[in-house]
């Protein structure tokens, strides 16, 4: 017997508010709008909106049930955990690359003498230790963290107003090259990078106490992270340029580092990293989730058993994933996009939603002529 975990709409909130922050705030999205970027995660930040109600509208159609289960009703034993199975190696996938962010961001600020594999197998220990105790407990988490990443986030943008490095001349003009440019970025860059990971809160939203609520709780968070996306990339774009921006790995780090106010206020840099390293760590736990409640899903044994073999592998393919950092955003940046999350953040789940919907339908028509008869 699996025990019922659940999770407040509060907690729903922050943790996908944490989630679409995660490394996006730091990592630079949207460079090909250049200083229209703003422009672009704001149109995508749309489009999140109505892919989160898409999933709910999903998951209302099974009530009580994650995607892995509707899965398996929509397409079968066979098919469904087929399907199921790609889900996993995509969940782990996709945790293994953001562990590999991490861990890449850590030994190039921090740690630089360190191995990337001993930060690698320590936050990967983490995690476990977090996910063996539930995905409540990593709500509760993200509760107490949640005004500290939120506020540091704010207070780097004012402390780099305050050294005087904002030039909004660098915001201009706009739409200089016309629309072309914001919409090249969106698609399927941005559509897919954050917004489109919410996917992993098909497995999470049956979870959430009150699940009719969680819709509006839902979109709430992702308006926010949204504004706060935008807050992020207008400062990287108004302190470095969106030709530095899109040169540098990390360009708000690198726009920290600009920050000197009274000869005492400096390093902030260390700031972005501590909100980055949270909000990674919450991104790798719903992944990793994700992938853990497949397991249980095609097995039937609680994925608690599974916590520390595929926790291992994925901190294993964050390292041979690609031989350095270049090779690993460019492969993020041109392949992983277009032929791994557009089938697995949009096809597939559209898909299912075409086919419930179809049986959901032909269900209430039988049950209205029996009722007639």
């Given at each position: 017997?699996v025990?019922?975990?659940?999770?407040?709409?509060?907690?729903?909130?922050?943790?996908i508010?944490?989630f679409?922050m995660?490394?996006a705030?730091v990592?630079g999205?949207g460079?090909?709008?250049?200083?229209?970027?703003?422009?672009?995660i704001l149109?995508a930040?749309?489009?999140g909106?109505?892919?989160?109600?898409m999933l709910h509208?999903?998951?209302s159609k099974k009530q009580?049930?994650?995607?892995?289960?509707?899965v398996e009703i929509a397409?079968?034993?066979?098919?469904?955990?087929?399907?199921?199975f790609?889900?996993?190696?995509?969940?782990?996938?996709?945790?293994?690359?953001?562990?590999?962010?991490f861990g890449?961001?850590?030994?190039?600020?921090?740690?630089?003498y360190?191995?990337?594999?001993?930060?690698?197998i320590?936050?990967?220990?983490?995690?476990i230790y977090?996910l063996?105790?539930g995905i409540?407990?990593v709500s509760?988490?993200?509760?107490i963290f949640?005004?500290?990443v939120f506020s540091f986030t704010?207070?780097?943008g004012?402390f780099?107003m305050?050294?005087?490095?904002l030039?909004i001349s660098y915001?201009?003009?706009?739409?200089?090259?016309?629309?072309k440019?914001v919409?090249k970025?969106?698609?399927?860059?941005?559509?897919?990078?954050?917004?489109g990971?919410?996917i992993a809160?098909?497995i999470?939203?049956?979870y959430?106490t009150?699940?009719?609520?969680a819709?509006g709780?839902?979109v709430?968070?992702v308006i926010?992270?949204?504004?706060i996306l935008?807050?992020?990339a207008v400062?990287q774009?108004?302190?470095l340029?969106?030709?530095?921006?899109?040169r540098a790995?990390?360009p708000?780090?690198s726009?920290?580092?600009e920050?000197?106010?009274?000869?005492f206020i400096?390093r902030?840099?260390?700031?972005?990293?501590?909100?980055?390293?949270?909000?990674i760590?919450?991104?790798i736990?719903?992944?990793?989730f994700?992938a853990?409640?497949g397991?249980?899903q095609?097995?039937k044994r609680?994925y608690?058993?599974y916590?520390?073999p595929?926790g291992?592998?994925?901190?294993?393919v964050?390292i041979l994933i690609?031989g350095?950092?270049a090779e690993?955003?460019?492969?993020?940046l041109n392949i992983v996009p277009?032929?791994?999350?557009l089938p697995?953040q949009f096809?597939?789940?559209l898909f299912?939603?075409?086919?419930m919907i179809?049986?959901?339908?032909?269900k209430?028509?039988?049950?209205?002529?029996?009722?007639?008869?």
């Amino acid at each position: 017997m699996v025990s019922k975990e659940t999770i407040s709409l509060t907690q729903l909130f922050i943790i996908i508010l944490i989630f679409e922050m995660g490394s996006a705030t730091v990592v630079g999205i949207g460079s090909e709008a250049k200083q229209n970027v703003w422009m672009a995660i704001l149109i995508a930040g749309g489009i999140g909106v109505l892919y989160m109600l898409m999933l709910h509208y999903l998951l209302s159609k099974k009530q009580g049930k994650n995607f892995f289960e509707i899965v398996e009703i929509a397409l079968g034993n066979w098919i469904g955990r087929a399907i199921i199975f790609l889900y996993i190696i995509y969940f782990v996938y996709i945790s293994a690359r953001v562990l590999r962010d991490f861990g890449e961001l850590i030994v190039s600020t921090i740690f630089i003498y360190t191995p990337i594999e001993i930060i690698s197998i320590t936050i990967m220990l983490t995690i476990i230790y977090m996910l063996k105790s539930g995905i409540e407990v990593v709500s509760r988490t993200s509760e107490i963290f949640f005004p500290y990443v939120f506020s540091f986030t704010f207070l780097v943008g004012i402390f780099i107003m305050l050294s005087g490095e904002l030039h909004i001349s660098y915001m201009l003009p706009i739409l200089a090259e016309g629309i072309k440019p914001v919409f090249k970025s969106i698609f399927p860059d941005l559509l897919t990078f954050p917004f489109g990971e919410l996917i992993a809160f098909a497995i999470i939203l049956p979870y959430v106490t009150k699940f009719k609520k969680a819709k509006g709780f839902a979109v709430a968070s992702v308006i926010t992270s949204t504004i706060i996306l935008v807050y992020s990339a207008v400062i990287q774009v108004m302190t470095l340029g969106y030709e530095m921006k899109g040169r540098a790995n990390f360009p708000l780090l690198s726009a920290a580092r600009e920050v000197s106010l009274l000869d005492f206020i400096e390093r902030v840099d260390i700031v972005v990293v501590f909100v980055v390293m949270y909000g990674i760590i919450v991104k790798i736990c719903i992944f990793f989730f994700g992938a853990l409640k497949g397991l249980e899903q095609i097995s039937k044994r609680p994925y608690r058993e599974y916590l520390i073999p595929i926790g291992a592998l994925i901190a294993l393919v964050s390292i041979l994933i690609t031989g350095n950092f270049a090779e690993h955003i460019e492969e993020g940046l041109n392949i992983v996009p277009l032929y791994i999350h557009l089938p697995f953040q949009f096809i597939l789940p559209l898909f299912i939603l075409v086919i419930m919907i179809f049986k959901t339908r032909g269900k209430k028509e039988r049950s209205g002529v029996e009722w007639n008869g």
